[in-house]
């Protein structure tokens, strides 16, 4: 009761439910209901359930951790998106100076000035600043978007500074000016610049189809990065490598990458056998991407490995308590029959482990007046009677989609179109048929706008559609890889991960 006022009294959490709501105290809790009991304490362990205003999340969350201390433990949704947003935050530092270190060694490897690979990352740095000042125009976007973006546009406008790099050095010395050798590299490679940005763009657009939020907030976001990173690569870093000649020119270096003449003839040389297994390969490939047997993650339940403080929290109170999710479910008031049936027949739901409501804690003939008022509350408003519903299902995977599903059947039978319903459970059900749908909209708005921004590049027919379905082909085979490996798959990774693919 102690650790329930305190609880009580964060900034941020507006309910705290637990045993003394339903359950006198003052009674032994040998003699009391045991499925009332169940829930909320068992083995000498008390599971408290919170609310929490999701604006005030993040101190909410880091003073409740203060008064469970080290013993207590934490999940829910709420807690999840609390450590992701926080950890994410200091995780993407270390992720950048990682990735920053690995293009420099590429860089330092492939080209032949010591200067050429600072110019570069200069580049790449003006692009990323830019992009992250300009989305202050979005108002606000998913702290997955502010992490993620970054890191995603440095890898893949890298490919501009790139091309312009190399053809700059098939041009330096040529006219006996930097200016007018970085204009013929420019000309030179100009369209294999901008059509590259344009199929990348449009494949990051494909998200904006999406009705899933993170969808557009990312598509957008990284859209704009590409344009960004196109206008700076076509104009920043050429500058800047003209004002650097000298410096360029005495910092030249031997070259670290053998040429590949010799590999190239060997490759020639099969070139027939290699078409004929690609052309086999893709059919296997597409059947196993596209297999139900593969496993897809659709929430955030599963995002923690059980090494981390919120992952073995998660695994110690299923140890105890099971299992569990908490669905609330909204009705008209005022029809205490009707919610008595409504309340019998969730009952009969197998997974349904306790309810509570005030046609739960009362019988029907006990008038409302005679309830204590801050129990009341937690149950009726002037126009809504909520349902609490305990129930021994994961957050996510067919089985709890099935019992959302009938969760619902049930409501709307007795309260046609008249019912509201929430929980993890419900949303991740809502995620998996919002994004699957979503999937099969990007899939054809992104080979569609890719299939036109090539043939208006190439001016060709035939070569399009190869190259298309090379990249596509590409795609399968990645996603083959968890259904041969058995390993999960976060189905919004799979979404983004083909959607740079395609782009590439």
């Known amino acids: 009761l102690d650790t329930k006022a305190r609880l009580e009294a964060v900034d941020g959490v507006s309910s705290v439910v637990w045993l003394d709501d339903f359950v006198s105290l003052s009674v032994p809790l040998e003699m009391a209901d045991a499925d009332a009991v169940a829930p909320y304490f068992k083995d000498g362990n008390a599971l408290f359930s919170l609310t929490v205003d999701y604006d005030r999340r993040l101190d909410a969350v880091t003073q ?3 008064i469970v201390g080290d013993e207590g433990c934490m999940s829910g949704s709420v807690v999840s998106d609390a450590v992701a947003t926080q950890s994410t935050v200091s995780e993407i530092r270390i992720i950048t100076a990682i990735a920053v270190l690995a293009i420099l060694l590429v860089l330092v490897i492939t080209t032949k000035s ?3 690979p600072l110019l570069v990352l200069a580049g790449l740095g003006v692009s990323v600043l830019l992009n992250s000042g300009t989305n202050l125009m979005f108002g606000t976007i998913s702290f997955v978007t502010d992490a993620a973006g970054s890191i995603l546009q440095v890898a893949i406008a890298l490919d501009f500074s790139v091309f312009l790099l190399h053809r700059y050095a098939e041009t330096r010395g040529t006219t006996g000016s930097a200016k007018t050798d970085m204009v013929e590299a420019l000309c030179g490679v100009s369209t294999a610049i901008i059509s590259s940005a344009c199929t990348i763009t449009m494949g990051f657009l494909a998200l904006c189809v999406m009705e899933f939020g993170i969808g557009p907030d990312l598509g957008f976001a990284l859209a704009k990065g590409v344009v960004i990173s196109l206008v700076t690569a076509m104009t920043f ?3 800047s490598f003209v004002c650097a000649d000298r410096l360029i020119e005495r910092s030249m270096h031997r070259p670290f990458v053998p040429k590949m003449e010799g590999f190239a003839a060997s490759v020639m040389r099969v070139c027939v056998p290699l078409a004929a297994v690609f052309v086999l390969i893709p059919v296997p490939a597409f059947l196993a991407s596209t297999s139900d047997e593969i496993q897809y993650r659709y929430g955030s339940s ?10 073995g929290d998660i695994r110690q109170i299923e140890d105890v308590f099971g299992k569990q999710d908490t669905y609330v479910l909204m009705v ?5 029959a009707r919610e008595r049936q409504l309340s019998d027949a969730l009952h009969d739901i197998p997974e349904v482990a306790s309810i509570i409501s005030y046609v739960d804690m009362a019988s029907t003939s006990v008038p409302v007046d005679m309830i204590d008022e801050d129990t009341l509350a937690l149950l009726q408003s002037d126009n809504y009677s909520r349902m609490v519903l305990t129930v021994d299902a994961d957050f996510e995977g067919e089985a709890t989609f099935d019992l959302v599903d ?8 007795i309260y ?4 509201m319903l929430a929980g993890e459970g419900v949303s991740t059900a809502d995620l998996m ?8 909209k990007v899939d054809v708005f992104a080979v569609v706008a890719v299939l036109v921004v090539l043939l208006v590049a190439l001016r060709s027919l035939s070569l399009p559609v190869i190259l298309v379905f090379v990249i596509e082909a590409g795609i399968w085979l990645n996603f083959a890889v968890p259904y041969f490996t058995g390993a999960p798959e976060f189905y919004l990774s799979y979404l983004i991960v083909n959607t740079i693919q395609l782009g590439v």
């Open 64 to 66: 409740i951790r203060d």
């Open 114 to 116: 010591w200067v050429e």
């Open 237 to 239: 870093v050429p500058a």
């Open 302 to 311: 599963h995002i923690f490995g059980s090494e981390t403080q919120i992952g």
């Open 332 to 336: 008209p008031t005022g029809d205490v």
């Open 406 to 413: 009938e969760v619902r059947t049930t409501a709307q039978r």
């Open 416 to 419: 046609p179109d008249q019912w």
């Open 433 to 440: 048929s919002t994004i699957v749908e979503d999937k099969e």
